[in-house]
């Protein structure tokens, strides 16, 4: 495991101890808290803590908790700047068909997940405009 991979689930483990321990968080260290506390179906890793450092999600079907709960937190900190705006608007779209906040935020981080990877895969910048198109397909 690389050096920034280890720092990055380093804090989420320091973030769940707090979360347990209810202690005071803000800003976008209460948001992982507040989205790790969510998923009920990660607890049992975020418990096991540093047990938990090394494992490798690649090639296996299980989520993975630290990624899923980054893109939830990303999803959740565009909505708060309103940028881009077509989260909010297919956000909006996916509640009024019947979807609930928390699938609908899950559906736009599967399609920031798309971008990303498309980005990582071919060694480029993210396509925004990509995005962009991804968002409005789902409002229309």
């Known amino acids: 495991m690389d050096f920034m991979t280890a720092q990055n689930r380093a804090r989420f483990f320091e973030i769940w101890k707090k979360a347990k ?3 005071p968080m803000e800003g976008e260290e209460a948001l992982f808290a507040e ?4 998923h009920r179906e990660h607890h049992s890793l975020f418990d096991q803590g540093e047990a938990a450092m090394n494992i490798d999600f690649a090639g296996r079907r299980q989520t993975n908790p630290f990624l899923h709960t980054s893109l939830h937190v990303v999803v959740e900190q565009q909505l708060q700047a309103r940028q881009p705006i077509e989260v909010e608007q297919a956000l909006l779209s996916l509640i ?3 979807e609930s906040r928390h699938d609908a935020v899950h ?3 599967g399609l920031l997940a798309q971008v990303l990877y498309d980005a990582v895969t071919r060694n480029k910048a993210i396509d925004e405009a990509d995005y962009l198109l ?4 789902l409002v229309y």
């Open 21 to 23: 321990e209810n202690l």
């Open 134 to 137: 991804k968002l409005r397909e």
């Open 107 to 109: 559906q736009i981080g």
């Open 96 to 98: 009024s068909r019947g």
């Open 35 to 38: 989205i790790m506390l969510e």
